[in-house]
């Protein structure tokens, strides 16, 4: 037994992989997990939710799963307490205090938490706007944003804070004043320990740290670190 232990750890450093997958060529160390991989080509998903019938090629994925319908989050977030029910939602949220953006623009190298942010902000630099509004004609680049902006037109209102009976066009928007009531500073700060309530206002303050300085007046070149300081400062040259 042990010795079939050490000869499995020793693969780790000799990086041998005798068991090849017949369909796509993939190798690995060992027999079950090569059994596990052919799941994918064959299709077969043994382990099923008794619950609701969705089936899963491996125990863990089914385990992972199973928490949707006991409502378990096992999984604590050591900086705001929020809990998750499996790890990779955990590791993903964690991103939020860390900083870490590993998706980047190669166009204009901006990074972003997320790939779905990346995607959306790759139409800044296509300039597609393929969605119209009906009632002013202003386009979008994507479709929720237009439905965003068509909420301006109808007035709906329809996300409502229960503490202070204040409406919101977004649920976003409603969340982000909840914090206000709740006390709620999700975004820390990594030189200092300071926290805030807005991501956007988490970054305007690292600015202080980092002395960078994005917004450039158009008359006379002076640098802002926030949009609001560049425009009290145009006002010089309006009058």
Known sequence: MESNKLKRHMKIHTG???????QC???????ANL?????IHTGEKPFTCNKCGNSFRDSGHLKSHMR??????????DQCEKRFSNKQNLKLHMRIHTGEKPFTCDHCGKTFLWSSNLKKHLTVHTKEKRHSCSECGKSFSLQQSLQRHQKIHTGVREYMC???????????????HERIHTGEKPYKCSHCDKRFSLSSSLKAHERIHS???????????????????????MKIHAV
């Open 35 to 39: 059994k596990n991989h052919m799941m």
């Open 211 to 233: 002395r960078e300085k994005p917004h450039t007046c158009d008359q006379c070149g002076k640098s802002f670190s926030t949009k609001t300081r560049m425009k009290i400062h």
């Open 68 to 77: 949707i319908h006991t409502g378990e989050k096992a999984f604590m977030c």
């Open 16 to 22: 041998e992989k005798p068991y090849a997958c017949n």
């Open 25 to 31: 060529g993939k190798s690995f160390t060992e027999l």
């Open 162 to 176: 229960f503490e202070c009976e204040k409406t919101f066009i977004t649920s976003k928007c409603l969340k982000q």
